[in-house]
């Protein structure tokens, strides 16, 4: 009975881990500026930190589970500040970082030229 609910709860870990990072993936990949990018990039620790903690807690190995929490732990903590240098880099080089954002926006031809 109770290796039953570890499963369906370490599969409903796992489910709601992977929406999270394809949420994320598709937002990372439509928004059309840095910034944007970055936010929509947040939910990536978060899906990892789930899909690490469902994975590891259907092997019901109290070792593995620790080793699982430390990675997810690591995750939670390194990605935001590597997501923060990306946003700062973007706040000092705007030229660069909106540059896709408005080729985006004003088509291939540039604008007014359609």
Same mark, same amino acid.
């Given at each position: 009975?109770?290796s039953t609910l570890v499963q369906?709860?370490?599969?409903?870990?796992?489910?709601?881990?992977?929406?999270?990072?394809?949420?994320?993936?598709? =937002?990372?990949?439509?928004?059309?500026?840095?910034?944007?990018?970055?936010?929509? !990039?947040?939910?990536?620790?978060? =899906?990892g930190a789930l899909v690490i903690?469902?994975?590891?807690?259907?092997?019901?190995? =109290?070792?593995?589970?620790l080793r699982g929490l430390l990675?997810? !732990?690591?995750?939670?903590?390194?990605?935001?500040?590597? !997501?923060?240098?990306?946003?700062?880099?973007?706040?000092?080089?705007?030229?660069?970082?909106?540059?896709?954002?408005?080729?985006?926006?004003?088509?291939?031809?540039?604008? =007014?030229?359609?």
């Amino acid at each position: 009975m109770m290796s039953t609910l570890v499963q369906w709860v370490s599969n409903a870990l796992v489910a709601l881990g992977l929406l999270f990072i394809t949420a994320a993936t598709i =937002g990372i990949y439509r928004l059309p500026s840095v910034l944007t990018r970055v936010h929509a !990039a947040g939910a990536v620790p978060f =899906g990892g930190a789930l899909v690490i903690i469902g994975a590891t807690l259907a092997t019901e190995d =109290g070792w593995l589970l620790l080793r699982g929490l430390l990675v997810a !732990a690591f995750l939670m903590l390194t990605i935001p500040s590597s !997501a923060h240098a990306i946003a700062w880099l973007a706040e000092k080089r705007p030229e660069l970082a909106h540059d896709k954002a408005r080729r985006h926006r004003n088509g291939p031809e540039g604008p =007014g030229r359609q």
